[in-house]
T-cell receptor, first 114, second 115 residues
């Protein structure tokens, strides 16, 4: 069955450094991959989407890569700030087409220390 | 422009009871999805409604049912509550025509506690 894995251990980094979060998936080839941010007690907020034919996507200080051979996406936050502290979730569509169903990883909590 | 709204914010029920959660999608959105998020886990897809019909369903028992109204708002009903149903219930909306990649706009969630 389709499986998504994110590092369940919290990532602690110093302000100004680059945070790198990993999302690995198995048993299928998604047409795209999404990243969300979730703050405690709040709903996830959509950040970025990358399609299967795109290697890299950028948005301000965020960068996402998508390696369909390794079945992995990396999510980078450059020049990190304490306000970036949150849980980051990756999500993929169920199956290879847009069926309307997303499968989420368990999320990685990022803590940026001043 | 109001985003996705959910009610109530918090709810406490006892085992065996029934609960109804409500969601209003973001303005202009016609598709509503419901997710269950246990503590420390990612959201799990329950089902999705489009044009007042259930379009997709996740691996949840029939105790979980829903409805979408003509104004696109939606309800999630859970019968015969179990302790394991305690979770944050998230509603997400999207527009079928302009969101081919299914970007979801989430509400703040309803925290359900079953005692």
């Amino acid at each position: 069955s389709q499986k998504i894995e994110q590092n369940s251990e919290a990532l602690n980094i110093q302000e100004g450094k680059t945070a790198t979060l990993t999302c690995n998936y198995t048993n299928y080839s998604p047409a795209y991959l999404q990243w969300y941010r979730q703050d405690p007690g709040r709903g996830p907020v959509f950040l970025l989407l990358i399609r299967e034919n795109e290697k890299e996507k950028r948005k301000e200080r965020l960068k996402v890569t998508f390696d369909t051979t390794l079945k992995q996406s990396l999510f980078h936050i450059t020049a990190s700030q304490p306000a970036d502290s949150a849980t980051y979730l990756c999500a993929l569509p169920h199956g290879s087409s847009n069926t309307g169903k997303l499968i989420f990883g368990q999320g990685t909590t990022l803590q940026v220390k001043p | 422009d109001a985003g996705v709204t959910q009610s109530p914010t918090h709810l406490i029920k006892t085992r065996g009871q029934q609960v109804t959660l409500r969601c209003s999608p973001k303005s202009g959105h016609d598709t509503v999805s419901w997710y269950q998020q246990a503590l420390g886990q990612g959201p799990q897809f329950i089902f999705q409604y489009y044009e007042e019909e259930e379009r997709q369903r996740g691996n949840f028992p029939d105790r979980f049912s829903g409805h979408q109204f003509p104004n696109y708002s939606s309800e999630l009903n859970v019968n015969a509550l179990l302790l394991g149903d305690s979770a944050l219930y998230l509603c997400a909306s999207s527009h079928a025509g302009t969101s081919p990649y299914n970007e979801q706009f989430f509400g703040p969630g309803t925290r359900l506690t079953v005692l």
